[in-house]
Each structure stands twice: as C-alpha cells, then as structure tokens.
C-alpha cells in the first residue's frame, strides 16, 4: 500500500481507536481528532501532511464535507474516504464525481475499508501516469 500518514476525524472515540489499531498494524501512521474544526485546527499546518483522510461525515462542529471543503484548498486532490450511518449520498453527489473521494457506510467491515483504500491508490497511479503521458501534438 502506498498509503502512510492517515487522518481519522470522528467524533465516536471508539471508531478513531478501532480504526488506528488496525491501520497501525498494517504500517500506516496514523493521527486521530474527535471534530473537524479539532482536525482543522491541530492539523492543517504544512508540517502536517496526510496520503489519506478519513472523515465521519456527521460531527458536532464541523462535519466531514465542511472539513474536506476547507482541506481541498490547502491540499488537493486528498485521497478521502467518508463514512457515515446516514445515507448521505445526494450530499457526496458532486464530491462523488472525483477519483480520489469514497463512502463507506457504518457499520462497515475492514476489509471493506481496505477496498476502498485500494481503489484510492490506484486511481491516484491513474491520474500520475496520465499527466506523465506527453501530450499529442506538443
């Protein structure tokens, strides 16, 4: 996996913790915040630089597309991954629309969160070797 630095933000303490255990143990390091505005807050300093977000789209203060919003200015094309227990997609409908953005609803299994990851990465290869290809016609 190509995947290293992950931001989990979600407001259920358990989720962040189930989700670090396992993404750590795959060799991912990972950083947690229990709100969006937290996240935004602590870790959007150019120090801080993530492969891979992971947002629950539902939080107190700033949920997950209000945070991504914010991100994509100082860092785009952020391979994201939402989750929520809400059929959330008329909000995701435009977000949707890039390659790097994926929904992953709660409850969800692991290895789903693994095939979503995957599918990520490789879309990322895609666009790459796409903008390495020389253009016609230059």
């Known amino acids: 996996?190509?995947?290293?630095?992950?931001?989990?933000?979600?407001?259920?303490?358990?989720i962040c913790e189930m989700l670090t255990i396992f993404l750590e143990n795959l060799g991912m390091v990972v950083t947690t915040a229990c709100d969006g505005l937290v996240a935004w807050e602590q870790y959007r300093e150019p120090s801080f630089s993530f492969d891979l977000m992971i947002l629950d789209m539902v939080m107190p203060k700033l949920g997950g597309i209000e945070?991504?919003?914010?991100?994509?200015?100082?860092?785009?094309?952020?391979?994201?991954?939402?989750?929520?227990?809400?059929?959330?997609?008329?909000?995701?409908?435009?977000?949707?629309?890039?390659p790097?953005?994926?929904?992953?609803?709660?409850?969800?299994?692991?290895?789903?969160?693994?095939?979503?990851?995957?599918?990520?990465?490789?879309a990322k290869k895609e666009i790459c070797w796409r903008k390495a290809q020389p253009r016609e016609g230059v």
């Open 1 to 14: 996996m190509l995947t290293r630095r992950v931001l989990i933000v979600d407001d259920e303490i358990s």
């Open 67 to 98: 945070l991504f919003k914010r991100w994509e200015v100082e860092q785009p094309n952020m391979n994201t991954i939402f989750m929520s227990g809400f059929n959330m997609e008329q909000e995701l409908k435009e977000l949707r629309k890039r």
């Open 100 to 122: 790097y953005i994926e929904f992953i609803e709660k409850p969800f299994d692991l290895r789903s969160l693994i095939q979503k990851i995957q599918q990520l990465e490789e």
